[in-house]
């Protein structure tokens, strides 16, 4: 069965360091890959996508993100975290095969920033 | 452009009421997915509309339902609410050429007592 784990529930970081949020996915072939982020009481927004062609994408907010086949990881990074970045992230894959539409998504992972 | 927009923001209901949610996805996007995000649960897939038709559902009961309106926008209906109902309900659009790129709106958040 298809699924999305994000191995990291919680990560601190201290304002300014870099970051890498972890995601795996499983999947028979490449699925579309997203990051979503959603702050507290909100809903969520897209960061970046991966479909093909280049394996490391930019997004907004600074973010990129990196497609490795033989490690079926889409890991998000940032090169300096800002306190305006805590919140919860999350990795999706979608869609598949039949044309479901559904994206399946890891259980997040909320980060800290610490002053 | 106007994003993704639901009502209402809050929700509160008793158990064995029933709740509607409201969704209106941006324009131009022909096809709208509710998902739940409960405590502890994360973000489950639980339908999709387009074109006025519903294509898949998550694994929810069928008390869980819904229905686009020519307009595109849609309705999430849950009847007989239970405890564990309450969640924040998100909607999210996807137009034709997006290559299935959801946009979310803020969500509704149904506290049933």
């Known amino acids: 069965a298809q699924s999305v784990t994000q191995p990291d529930i919680h990560i601190t970081v201290s304002e300014g360091a870099s970051l890498e949020l972890r995601c795996n996915y499983s999947y028979g072939a490449t699925p579309y890959l997203f990051w979503y982020v959603q702050s507290p009481g909100q809903g969520l927004q897209l960061l970046l996508k991966y479909f093909s062609g280049d394996t490391l994408v930019q997004g907004i907010k600074g973010f990129e993100a990196e497609f490795k086949r033989s490690q079926s990881s889409f890991n998000l990074r940032k090169p300096s975290v800002h306190w305006s970045d805590a919140a919860e992230y999350f990795c999706a894959v979608g869609p598949f095969s039949g044309n479901t539409g559904k994206l399946i998504f890891g259980q997040g992972t909320t980060l800290q920033v610490k002053p | 452009e106007a994003g993704v927009t639901q009502s209402p923001t809050h929700l509160i209901k008793t158990r064995g009421q029933q709740a509607t949610l409201r969704c209106s996805p941006i324009?131009?996007?022909?096809?709208v997915y509710w998902y739940q995000q409960a405590l502890g649960l994360g973000l489950q897939f639980l339908l999709w509309y387009d074109e006025g038709e519903e294509r898949n559902r998550g694994n929810f009961p069928p008390r869980f339902s819904g229905r686009q309106f020519p307009n595109y926008s849609s309705e999430l209906n849950v009847n007989a609410l239970e405890l564990e109902d309450s969640a924040l309900y998100l909607c999210?659009?996807?137009?034709?050429?997006?290559?299935?790129?959801?946009?979310f709106g803020p969500g509704t958040r149904l506290t049933v007592l």
């Open positions: 999210a659009s996807r137009g034709v050429v997006s290559y299935n790129e959801q946009f």
């Open positions: 324009s131009g996007h022909t096809s």
